[in-house]
């Protein structure tokens, strides 16, 4: 099993910027990807982008050119730097780890609130 905690949120202006963290412990060994969803009032959770541990990425087509997911394999931290934020980026983003075979490693944490004013 492994842990997971976001940390990041807030509240910002549109055509602003934000840098979510996600930090794992526990199983570290079982995790070959990280990655983002989020989840708007209303809607299902959806995914925001992921990154192998050999640093191949890839992104909603929603958040691609203004998100950008990086990661401190040192420091096991997984980063989401949003950028150009848009009023409709505004949700609860929480992140996950996954197996090879791409098997969810952690249950949902609390996530981190992101919210983008007009």
């Known amino acids: 099993q492994v842990q997971l905690v976001e940390s990041g949120g807030g509240l910002v202006q549109a055509g602003g910027s934000l840098r979510l963290s996600c930090a794992a412990s526990?199983?570290?060994?079982?995790?070959?990807?990280m990655g983002w969803y989020r989840q708007a009032p209303g809607k299902q959770r959806v995914l925001v982008a992921t990154?192998?541990?050999?640093?191949?990425?890839n992104y909603a087509i929603s958040v691609k050119g203004r998100f950008t997911i990086s990661r401190d394999n040192a420091k096991n931290t997984v980063y989401l730097q949003m950028d150009s934020l848009k009023p409709e980026d505004t949700a609860v983003y929480y992140c996950n780890a996954w197996t090879r075979t791409w098997t969810p490693l952690s249950s949902w944490g609390q996530g981190t609130q992101v919210t983008v004013s007009s």
């Open positions: 990154i192998t541990n050999s640093g191949s990425t």
């Open positions: 526990g199983s570290i060994s079982s995790i070959n990807a």
